[in-house]
């Protein structure tokens, strides 16, 4: 049997001790014995993963849930466990909140083992229980291989809906950065999705979108036989887009907080990012005595999850969190006020905190004349406030909103604040944007 260690370079004493007290029968695939010096890395990897190995143990901790490296076995371990049609990825939890963030969302599905401590025996007992575990999984293996699953038109219907979710993925991808006011040309989307996948047929395409638009896989979209844009992006998929990059300029956003500070947070996906670095340092001790204001159900979420497993109260809690008062919309997740109300109960938190040292934003649209744009809808009033109330401004927004522009405008470059972006390399939007207000964007890099 061939096994491949995923992990973070700060476990590779814990993969040798196991490796030394796994049975003999079974071999390891690890990096530092397996790689020679001229040998492509990623060549190499991507090979013993889909051509060398029986299984994959995935070594999860705070490091590896953010390495390029790993999410890159993890995709292509994911892509050889769905050709095998066997489970081939082996999740191995070494920092239990590190296997929240752990991305995508299903492979939390899984059961997986958990290392306990790093002592010598939390080490044996965890080797003999990855042990135990694929001898089972090797029995089961073998079973299926006696007694094959008959095709039932269920197994037929739960793959033509995977397959359905994959095609609304790669449309979903593709189409983010369109809107309205400039719509991808669907001759265009045929050209893309081609370069994607070979196999992509064109002929089928009006069939798959109209059971798309049934099922509502890509809420937001709009979609008329000759174009397609986005009309509002939605919590339910903008979280996957761009998603390493959100993490990164969450990162360098998570750098300008500090114990004492009040903070406001908009809602959105990287803003949830930021509240999961946040609530890190707060585990840690690191940072502590910080207030929240937020209009974000899944941000306040994150904290409170944070505040209960580290049984903070009234007495003891490294934060104070309060939540903008009124109705809360299911597509963003965000609380608002209704429409032709004043902002009464977030700017009343607002004045009695006395203001924010940071309002920390989302952006929807950004360009150097028109500013930083938002849909027309009631959370503007949300960004507005934001705005308003903090002594520094915030915006994240990573490079796929640059040279987009919506309805609302609720901030320019000429305000005080600084933009923090991803490295959009040589795109020339990113270029002439960086060179004409550098001295207000961050790169996350």
């Given at each position: ?18 490796r030394k007290i796994l ?400 490295d959009g390399g040589t ?19």
């Amino acid at each position: 049997m061939r096994i491949f260690f995923s992990h973070s370079s700060g476990q590779k004493p814990l993969v040798r001790e196991i490796r030394k007290i796994l049975p003999d029968h079974i071999n390891t695939w690890i990096d530092e014995d397996k790689l020679l010096i001229g040998d492509s890395i990623e060549h190499s990897l991507e090979n013993a993963i889909k051509k060398e190995t029986d299984y994959i143990l995935l070594f999860i901790d705070s490091f590896s849930v953010n390495s390029p490296w790993v999410e890159k076995e993890i995709s292509w371990t994911l892509e050889q466990e769905r050709k095998l049609d066997r489970v081939f990825l082996l999740p191995i939890v070494v920092d239990k909140e590190a296997w929240n963030n752990i991305k995508p969302e299903i492979i939390k599905e899984r059961k997986y083992l958990k290392l306990e401590d790093y002592t010598e025996n939390s080490v044996r007992a965890l080797s003999k229980r990855i042990t135990s575990e694929l001898f089972s999984l090797i029995c089961r293996d073998i079973q299926s291989l006696r007694s094959p699953a008959s095709v039932t038109k269920a197994s037929v219907i739960d793959r033509t809906d995977e397959v359905l979710n994959e095609i609304a993925d790669s449309i979903r991808q593709v189409v983010f950065g369109y809107r309205e006011s400039k719509p991808l040309q669907v001759d265009e989307l045929h050209a893309i999705l081609k370069s994607k996948s070979p196999d992509y047929n064109s002929n089928d395409f009006e069939t798959l979108m109209r059971k798309i638009i049934q099922n509502d896989l890509i809420p937001g979209l709009v979609y008329d036989g000759f174009e397609l844009y986005v009309r509002e992006e939605h919590y339910k998929w903008k979280g996957k887009i761009s998603a390493e990059a959100k993490r990164k300029i969450a990162k360098v956003a998570a750098q300008h907080i500090r114990s004492g500070h009040k903070i406001a947070l908009d809602a959105g996906s990287t803003t949830d990012e930021l509240a999961k670095i946040l609530c890190t340092r707060l585990a840690n001790k690191s940072l502590f005595n910080i207030s929240i204001v937020t209009t974000s159900i899944s941000a306040a979420n994150i904290f409170l999850e944070t505040g209960t497993r580290l049984g903070f109260d009234d007495e003891n809690s490294g934060f104070k969190l309060y939540l903008g008062g009124g109705r809360v919309r299911p597509n963003t997740l965000a609380v608002i006020e209704e429409q032709g109300q004043e902002s009464v109960q977030l700017q009343n938190i607002f004045d009695q905190l006395g203001g924010v040292d940071f309002s920390i934003i989302g952006v929807n649209g950004i360009h150097f004349e028109k500013g930083f744009t938002t849909h027309s809808n009631a959370e503007t009033k949300n960004k507005l406030s934001l705005m308003k109330n903090g002594r520094k401004k915030l915006i994240l927004g990573d490079i796929s909103k640059i040279g987009i522009v919506e309805e609302v405008c609720f901030g320019t470059f000429q305000d005080d604040v600084i933009l923090i972006t991803n490295d959009g390399g040589t795109d020339s939007r990113y270029m002439e944007l960086v060179e004409k207000a550098k001295d207000k964007i961050q790169i996350a890099k």
